[in-house]
T-cell receptor, first 111, second 114 residues
Framework: GESVGLHLPTLSVQEGDNSIINCAYS??????FIWYKQESGKGPQFIID?????DKRQGQRVTVLLNKTVKHLSLQIAATQPGDSAVYFC??????????FGKGTRLSVIA | NAGVTQTPKFQVLKTGQSMTLQCAQD?????MYWYRQDPGMGLRLIYY???????DKGEVPNGYNVSRLNKREFSLRLESAAPSQTSVYFC?????????????FGPGTRLTVT
């Protein structure tokens, strides 16, 4: 079935470097995407969202890019910090149905 | 605001036992959700309630029942627990308006069924 997936299950980056976490989706009807961060032992926390009529959206130290041609979503974290270590999930919304989550990418920041 | 609260935080059950996981939100949200998260997996939706008085099945509803007790509370019941239901359970809430989809999650309940 159609699903949201992630290219890499783990990502290790040096503190201060930029991180890029990728996500592929297969349903071209999806109209809204969200990135969540989940720290160990906690529930997921909203980071940033983007609508399908946008290509890019920026937040504080984070940028989400959406490429609808290849159905690809990425989360860029600038100047990665130890506190960014977590599992990152992308999720999509299709119409009025609830979120569909991908499996997640674990980001490890090396001090 | 406490946000989304869940009780209990941890629970161990024997196969066949029943229990209810409680969830409450104080953000006046219309929609509430129950997810399960297994090791190395994303969150999978069990049931959701788009508004008070309604409930709908998600991706993995078998073995569970839910009750939207009022706007604040949404409980998840396991009638006869099975080892396959060992998981971390998250409750979430959202406005469910098309312009606002952010879900707020509780801290989770870690359930082990032996």
């Amino acid at each position: 079935g159609e699903s949201v997936g992630l290219h890499l299950p783990t990502l290790s980056v040096q503190e201060g470097d930029n991180s890029i976490i990728n996500c592929a989706y297969s349903n071209s009807a999806s109209d809204y995407f969200i990135w969540y961060k989940q720290e160990s032992g906690k529930g997921p926390q909203f980071i940033i969202d983007i609508r399908s009529n946008m290509d890019k959206r920026q937040g504080q130290r984070v940028t989400v890019l959406l490429n609808k041609t290849v159905k690809h979503l990425s989360l860029q974290i600038a100047a990665t910090q130890p506190g960014d270590s977590a599992v990152y999930f992308c999720a999509e919304i299709r119409g009025n149905t609830p979120l569909v989550f991908g499996k997640g990418t674990r980001l490890s920041v090396i001090a | 605001n406490a946000g989304v609260t869940q009780t209990p935080k941890f629970q161990v059950l024997k196969t066949g036992q029943s229990m209810t996981l409680q969830c409450a939100q104080d953000m006046n949200h219309n929609s509430m959700y129950w997810y399960r998260q297994d090791p190395g997996m994303g969150l999978r939706l069990i049931y959701y309630s788009a508004s008070e008085g309604t409930t709908d099945k998600g991706e993995v509803p078998n073995g569970y029942n839910v009750s939207r007790l009022n706007k604040r509370e949404f409980s998840l019941r396991l009638e006869s627990a099975a080892p396959s239901q060992t998981s971390v359970y998250f409750c979430a809430s959202s406005e469910m308006d098309r312009s606002v989809y952010e879900q707020y999650f509780g801290p989770g309940t870690r359930l082990t069924v032996t």
